[in-house]
């Protein structure tokens, strides 16, 4: 997956009797039993080559990744939404069926209410892509996901933010015409304007959601000069 170094490939078949959540109702337990076939812990960055980081806000020291084979990839969503907010380490999920592919993200960070809980302050479900069949969308993303290419490797916090935006950009490339560019830039080695420039693109992405939705003419205006000035601001990025 993403070109990871073999130094953190586990293979690790999960019981999946083990990997049913107790704490869920039975109907979400049956419901879960019926639509998982198969899954594996197929890498775990741990070590401290990419730092870990705990500083109150995240306590990372690893990123886990998971194969999960189901029965139908229509239950992504479901299986994405329970098993993020259950693993408590930062994870990828690899999500698919005999046709389809999916694969899940969350940046997840230490709830201030109680330590030992995290929370998820966003997360990604990306494009579905067919399996066994050339997909120029399915490879440009597994292009800027490759590990080798990454730019920013402080700790395992920004490592994983670098996999999640740019998962997004990728997927929302043509809500920007200058999404690649943001894509091939340096400004990822800069933890700081990373995040400055993604919270942009975030900000940018939902104003066009909520234009999408609008009803009244008013409300389309307003929200029209909301895209006008995040897109400028992008536009202003040096990069």
């Known amino acids: 997956m993403f070109n990871i170094p073999d130094a953190y490939k586990l293979d690790y078949q999960v019981n ?11 109907k979400d ?14 890498y775990q960055i741990i070590g401290e080559e990419i730092p870990s980081l705990n ?14 084979e189901v029965e139908n990839i229509k239950e992504a969503n479901y299986l994405a939404n329970i098993y993020q907010d259950i693993i408590k380490p930062l994870c990828i999920i690899h999500i698919y069926d005999a046709k389809d592919e999916i694969y899940s993200f ?3 960070r230490l709830s201030q209410v109680n330590h030992n809980e995290i929370v998820i302050e966003q997360s990604l479900l990306t494009d579905k892509y067919m399996i066994g069949i050339p997909d120029s969308a399915r490879q440009r993303l ?7 290419l990454l730019k920013n490797k402080t700790d395992k916090v920004q490592l994983y933010k670098e996999w999640y935006y740019k998962a997004y950009m990728v997927i929302n490339e043509k809500e920007y015409s200058h999404t690649q560019r943001l894509l091939e830039s340096d400004f990822w080695y800069d933890s700081s ?10 900000q940018l992405i939902a104003d066009r959601n909520r234009l ?28």
């Open 16 to 26: 999946l009797k083990d990997f049913i959540p107790k704490v869920l109702k039975s």
């Open 29 to 42: 337990k049956n419901r879960i039993k019926k639509a998982i076939k198969n899954v594996k812990l197929e």
């Open 55 to 68: 500083d109150g806000i995240y306590h990372c020291e690893a990123i886990q990744f998971y194969d999960m």
């Open 106 to 108: 969350a940046i997840k």
């Open 142 to 148: 597994l292009n800027y996901l490759n590990y080798n």
């Open 193 to 202: 304007k990373t995040s400055r420039i993604c919270q942009k693109y975030l």
């Open 212 to 239: 999408n939705k609008a009803v009244t003419n008013m409300e389309r205006m307003k929200i029209n000069k909301e895209i006008k000035i995040q897109i400028q601001e992008l536009d202003n990025e040096e990069i």
